[in-house]
């Protein structure tokens, strides 16, 4: 910002001032709300503040880059969020928003108002399925903000009934809350049916999502809810009808960016793994600063042996995962493997050596710069190297697995069948497949890698027998919890818990046999602690799982009927 568009802000939060002298009553709307500024400029965070002074505001937050701003989300409840769109190095507002929403940092009745001196950038925000509540352009007065705030706080004050149940995740109980709004028909209903169609979509409630976005295309042709009803399609596998209807809302607006990956999604579920790629680049053309989307587009590309495309999209995922929370030892590892790919041994060795000196104090960084460094030495030729690089790793692998994660491991294993170690691959396969027999996005990519080492039938086979394995092992606890037998189905489920203890569907069906142990039999102390231990992982690892949320309102209602709201999850 230059100086005159300094002295131009001040001189409109002057003004407002003299003309609205800001009063310390309570009735005051601003006093006691709690505010953030995202701003890369100084003086604009300044001028923002004083104009909020104006209004009555006493406390204001301010954040430069969109990491500092991500880390105050995650420290402070605000109330309301005021962020320029551009963040610097291709990151800007309206991304920050939808990590922060990803994320759990603001609550529902959080003003998140975007600020911008683009005019093109209206069409951007304006697209976004989960839209910021306003876009305000520059130049503007006081008194255009203030009307601006008023209107966005009202309308956002309506969702405080939502506030605590999504903080704590649970979004039955969010959805509950926006059933009796909608029920009461008043001026913010279409936006509670919005806010259950999203949390219906999130659970993976599709029969109810596609119910609800049905209903409100038939009140009003609303852009999001054609949208919501494509994504709900996709869950019911109903992919041509949703195919066509999200390209109904790229023909209306080509920056609804989502539709994009929807339909990438669609692509990759028919084997069309070209038309998929071309998806994600036209998206990434148009939004190159998403880690998520550039990272699909590597393996996508990857997978279909578009070496350069890959290498470029990884790359670039590296560049912006690096200084956020997406950042992690396998996107160097992933990159490397793509350079390795290209026999191009000078590239994957500058991302080794950068992985080693991002992660040099890090037990898990260097496991997976170990991985990196055997492919690099089997490629040179070096296979005495590699063969101890690789068996370093898979000795030190046990106390590692929770810190590489599920993404390391599978370098890992790719590293395993490339070396010649099927044995040590395998192992790694079976532990992640009977870990999560259940997650299909996980054991599709299993059975890619496996086609891209050479290993199709062998690998289709070990991932069929263990998913199998793990549902006889459930199986079995389930008819004892049918036959009433709950001691002795806590306690098959407890022993499955030790074999599988990251596998979600265990920790569910364990706890979901302690509450009805508990209704039938009475209080337990150790079961409930092991259960309230299990819920509290499977919130952190999958909060939206439709399951766990059932299983959540019947923990938590148990625990109130028993008068043990400590053991409440």
């Not at 309230?532 to 309102?553: C, T």
């Amino acid at each position: 910002m230059n100086s005159s568009q300094s002295n131009s802000f001040q001189a409109i939060a002057g003004a407002y001032k003299s003309k609205h002298p800001a009063s310390a009553d309570e009735l005051n709307p601003y006093r006691r709300k709690l505010f953030l500024v995202i701003d890369s400029v100084p003086e604009m965070q300044r001028a923002l503040a004083m104009t909020l002074g104006s209004f009555g505001a006493e406390r204001v937050e301010y954040a430069s880059r969109g990491n500092d701003a991500l880390a105050k989300l995650a420290r402070y409840d605000f109330d309301v969020v005021l962020c320029d769109y551009d963040l610097g190095n291709g990151y800007d507002g309206l991304y920050l928003f939808e990590e922060a929403r990803e994320r759990n940092l603001l609550k529902q009745s959080c003003v998140f108002m975007i600020v911008t001196g683009e005019r093109r950038a209206q069409r951007v925000i304006s697209a976004a399925e989960m839209a910021p509540d306003e876009y305000l352009l520059k130049p503007f007065t006081g008194e255009e903000l203030r009307l601006r705030l008023e209107r966005a706080i009202r309308r956002r004050e309506a969702f405080r009934v939502v506030d605590d149940a999504l903080m704590r995740f649970e979004y039955m109980a969010a959805a509950e809350a926006c059933n009796k709004q909608i029920q009461d028909k008043n001026e913010f209903a279409l936006d509670f049916m919005r806010l259950k169609g999203n949390l219906s979509l999130k659970i993976g409630d599709w029969d109810s999502a596609k119910k609800l976005y049905v209903e409100v295309l038939r009140l009003k042709p609303l852009p999001w809810a054609r949208l919501g009803l494509a994504k709900a399609l996709t869950g019911l596998k109903s992919y041509d009808e949703a195919r066509m209807l999200f390209e109904q809302v790229l023909q209306d607006n080509d920056r609804v960016m989502e539709a994009y990956d929807w339909l990438a999604k669609i692509h990759l579920a028919n084997h069309d793994g070209a038309q998929a790629q071309l998806n994600l680049q036209q998206a990434t053309c148009l939004s190159p600063a998403v880690v998520r989307r550039q990272k699909q587009l590597g393996e996508v590309a990857f997978a279909n042996g578009d070496l350069a495309t890959a290498e470029a999209a990884c790359s670039t995922t590296l560049t912006l995962a690096k200084h956020s929370w997406h950042r992690q030892p396998a996107l160097y590892a992933q990159l490397a493997r793509v350079q390795l790919a290209q026999r191009d041994s000078v590239a994957a060795g500058k991302t080794l050596a950068g992985l080693r000196r991002d992660y040099k104090h890090d037990d898990a960084g260097n496991w997976v710069a170990d991985v990196i460094d055997s492919q690099l030495q089997q490629q040179a030729g070096n296979k005495s190297k590699a063969a101890q690089l690789l068996a370093s790793a898979a000795e030190r692998l046990p106390q590692l697995e929770a810190a590489v994660g599920v993404e390391a491991r599978m370098e890992y294993a790719r590293a395993c069948y490339s070396l010649a170690r099927p044995d040590l691959g395998d192992a790694v396969a079976r532990t992640l497949v009977r870990n999560h027999h259940d997650d299909e996005a996980l054991l599709e990519s299993l059975g890619c890698l496996f086609d891209q080492v050479g290993r199709t039938e062998a690998g289709r086979e070990l991932i069929a027998e263990n998913v199998q394995s793990v549902v006889n092992l459930n199986n079995a606890a389930v008819r004892e919890a049918q036959a009433g037998h709950y001691e002795q189905a806590v306690s098959l489920f407890g022993k499955a818990y030790a074999e599988l203890p990251d596998n979600v569907q265990v920790m569910l069906n364990t706890s979901n046999a302690i509450i009805a142990l508990v209704y039938r039999q009475g209080w337990h102390e150790s079961h409930v602690r092991a259960g309230h231990a299990m819920l509290g992982r499977v919130r952190a690892l999958q909060p939206s799982s439709s399951k766990f949320q059932k299983i959540l309102q019947a923990w938590n209602s148990l625990m109130e009927q028993q008068g043990r709201r400590e053991w409440l999850v």
